[in-house]
């Protein structure tokens, strides 16, 4: 997912803004060539040739163009520049095949006295990611038309991944959707709320229902400039007549978004990971990547990486922090059930993890040790439910043996009574708020796992310590932690117990 999100990113961030000026002059285009094509380009008029069709489109757009004093595509050849044919073809929405052979009609349009636009639907320039171009040579009308798929499926992948939203609340985003709070410093998305309340399925900023990260609102951004109508992700065609609808009532599908990610991940493998030494997304071992797939990862990233990077500085466990303020923190948005049911298997991996290693001889000490085995003991002998509601997922996780918690350099076997980190009139007392932790607390095991990495933190506070220069009160500190480590150090090393004796066997010989 990693790779897969810095690759949506990328394309938003770099590839996209290449992209946009080209991609605004082919839009104006299009909406003229659509809004004044005769009935017999529309497919109104039966068994009219292409020849023909192709005729009537020419003649209405030309004189369209030269009412609003419009310009023709054009490329740079020899030093002159001339009709870019190609992007005429797509500009105007024509039948390509056709129109390259008919020579007279292209003659006709470059000698019609409309001035001609070097590079107005054709990308020439490409910004640089690590020192290389993304893309090398031109980028006609056709490759760029192909590309903005790429783009639209990039920004889908981010605003469904980063928000925590359903894919059908996605697909049924509109403009103007994203609203800034400067006060609060937090960016607000709205749109149609699946399953819930008529109150709330308004939609409109007032309803605040998501809050979202910069780079959603970004991917947002860049949806606005491709999309001419209301709807971010229309049905039909990229550019096509479907595009221009005001309000359709219908938007792009989850399948065909499906099929969208798949078409995006081969191009940027084969087309822009060569160019610029980007890893290559790898095929994922699941399966294909499929749109309603994107929030059940988000909450399996929360759960087991919260201290993950996202987009190099954003972590996961901010990314839930923000998204829980608005409408995602609410039981209707069903995303506390995602994270709910990925939390409850965690536990359960967990638990199976810790038993097995025990019966593999792994040494438990501190002053919650025999705690620990008692309720790994316990959760292992769980048998396992079918489990249809998040009343059954909230009673489980409420489960005491399976109140155990790794951290980085010891394992809470949680009990909220006698936890040094918890307040009494703290809200949620349902787990250990680890920037509280102290050293001293009752509900501390430390297995073999986490002696390996005080070994390592015992190092590396001995290096600090070596540093000239340090202020007291911090070097005081550190040697108080060193003490604290050491001391857990030997107290696992001493509670170990003797491996057992075997009896030595006399050689017997004949």
């Known amino acids: 997912m990693e790779i897969l999100l810095s690759a949506a990113l990328m394309t938003i961030d770099t590839i996209a803004a290449d992209l946009l000026p080209a991609a605004r002059a082919l839009m ?58 190609p992007a005429t073809a797509v500009g105007f929405w024509l039948n390509k095949t056709k129109f390259l052979g008919r020579p007279q009609m292209i003659k006709r349009i470059s000698t019609s006295g409309l001035a001609i636009k070097p590079n107005q639907i054709r990308v020439t320039r490409f910004r640089r990611i690590e020192g290389k171009a993304w893309h090398r040579g031109d980028l006609d009308a056709e490759e760029l038309v192909t590309t903005l798929r790429h783009v639209r499926a990039a920004c889908f992948l981010v605003i469904a991944y980063l928000s925590g939203v359903r894919t059908g609340e996605v697909l049924n985003l509109r403009r103007r959707c994203i609203t800034r709070d400067p006060k609060l410093n937090l960016i607000f998305m709205s749109g149609i709320q699946m399953k819930a309340g008529d109150e709330r399925r308004e939609r409109s900023p007032q309803t605040i229902p998501w809050v979202v990260t910069e780079q959603t609102a970004r991917a947002i951004t860049v949806l606005q400039d491709l999309s001419p109508g209301s709807a971010l992700f229309p049905p039909g065609a990229f550019y096509s007549e479907q595009w221009w609808a005001e309000d359709p009532a219908r938007t792009r599908t989850p399948g065909s978004t499906s099929d969208d990610l798949t078409r995006f991940i081969g191009w940027f493998n084969d087309t822009v990971a060569p160019q610029i030494n980007h890893p290559v997304i790898p095929p994922d071992p699941a399966g294909a990547i499929e749109a309603p797939r994107l929030r059940r990862t988000l909450a399996w990233h929360i759960v087991r990486r919260p201290g993950g990077l996202i987009a190099g500085t954003t972590q996961y466990g901010h990314v839930q922090t923000q998204i829980m303020q608005g409408y995602a923190g609410l039981a209707d948005a069903g995303f506390r059930e995602e994270l709910g049911y990925e939390e409850l298997l965690a536990r359960a991996e967990a638990i199976y993890e810790d038993h097995q290693r025990i019966l593999n001889g792994e040494h438990v000490s501190g002053p919650a040790a025999a705690t620990y085995r008692e309720r790994v003991a316990a959760g292992a002998q769980f048998a396992g439910m079918a489990i249809t509601t998040t009343t059954q997922v909230d009673h489980l996780l409420g489960n005491d043996n399976l ?106 010989r004949l």
Do not use: K
């Open 28 to 85: 104006q285009m299009r909406r003229l060539a659509f809004s004044v094509a005769p009935d017999i380009r529309r497919g109104r008029t039966r068994d009219a040739s292409e020849r023909e069709i192709n005729n009537q489109q020419v003649a209405a757009v030309m004189a369209a163009l030269h009412a609003t004093q419009g310009t023709l595509p054009g490329r740079r050849e020899n030093g002159a520049t001339v009709l870019d044919v």
């Open 403 to 508: 109140q155990i918690y790794h951290g980085e350099l010891l394992t809470c076997v949680y009990r909220h009574a006698t936890a040094a980190c918890r307040d009494p009139r703290d809200a949620d007392l349902s787990g250990p708020a680890w920037p509280r932790c102290r050293l001293t607390c009752v509900n501390i095991a430390r297995t073999d796992r986490d002696i390996h990495e005080v070994n390592g933190h015992i190092h590396q506070l001995r290096v600090d310590l070596g540093m000239p220069g340090m202020p007291e009160p911090l070097q005081q500190n550190i040697q108080n932690n060193l003490a604290e480590h050491e001391r857990a150090l030997n107290e696992h090393d001493a509670a170990r117990p003797e491996p057992p004796v075997q009896e030595q066997h006399r050689d017997q």
